[in-house]
């Protein structure tokens, strides 16, 4: 029963982003998808609350992708720190490039105060959890202090959002202005962190990490 179950969320799943890509997130109503996944309204709100909940599931299948193609590619190329965060980037917007127009879409909900697909709300917050987690591990590197390793791991993530939404917009050839900005500001990260890893810094470290933890945006994991 489980296994139907999951081949059925599936199913809606991907009918319901066929339905996004060709008429728009906001055009498309439970109803369609519904009745091109073959089922009744009601058993397709069983498996999904609303196009949101989908919406999340999307997000989900989109994090597991990366993180896999960023485990995969890392374990071929290795390499420092600035070379894994740069096949970490780049490898996301590889994984998202060909869902540009959809993402563009979403956008708004994505950094909205008051919706349910926000970023920062406390339904994004495993999918959001995640993809920090997976920064933390890329700057798990002896050039990155301990004390510093949580903060940064934050800022990266909130570095790719922002690159994230840019992307969506860019429409230069191959999406090379995205690509730039991702080198720049990655070796702007890299020296930053190198800077901010000096003694001197120590207590900078400790008010930035006590501040972020005060206004609960490090993981628990992570604090």
Excluded: C
Excluded at 31 to 60: N, P, T, W
Excluded at 71 to 85: D, F, K, T
Excluded at 113 to 139: C, G, K, T, W, Y
Excluded at 188 to 205: D, H, N, Q, S, Y
């Amino acid at each position: 029963m489980a296994r139907d179950a999951e081949a059925t969320r599936r199913r809606i799943l991907a009918v319901a982003l066929a339905l996004f890509r060709e008429k728009g997130f906001a055009k498309t109503t439970m109803r369609q998808v519904a009745r091109e996944a073959g089922m009744s309204l009601g058993a397709a709100y069983h498996h999904f609350d609303g196009k949101h909940a989908i919406v999340q599931a999307y997000y989900a299948q989109q994090n597991a992708a990366h993180e896999a193609a960023v485990r995969a590619a890392l374990e071929q190329a290795g390499g420092g720190l600035r070379e894994r965060l740069g096949v970490a980037f780049h490898t996301g917007l590889d994984v998202r490039a060909g869902d540009r127009a959809l993402m563009r879409e979403l956008a708004p909900l994505v950094i909205g105060p008051d919706e349910a697909l926000s970023a920062f709300s406390p339904e994004s917050e495993p999918l959001r959890n995640q993809s920090i987690a997976l920064m933390r591990d890329l700057v798990d590197d002896p050039s990155v202090p301990e004390d510093v390793r949580d903060p940064m791991a934050l800022a990266l993530w909130a570095l790719f959002l922002g690159v994230l939404l840019y992307f969506t917009r860019d429409t230069s050839p191959g999406q090379a202005k995205t690509r730039a900005l991702v080198d720049g500001a990655l070796d702007l990260a890299v020296v930053t962190m190198g800077a901010i890893g000096l003694p001197a810094f120590a207590p900078v470290r400790a008010q930035l990490t006590s501040l972020l933890r005060d206004a609960e945006l490090l993981p628990d994991e992570l604090a």
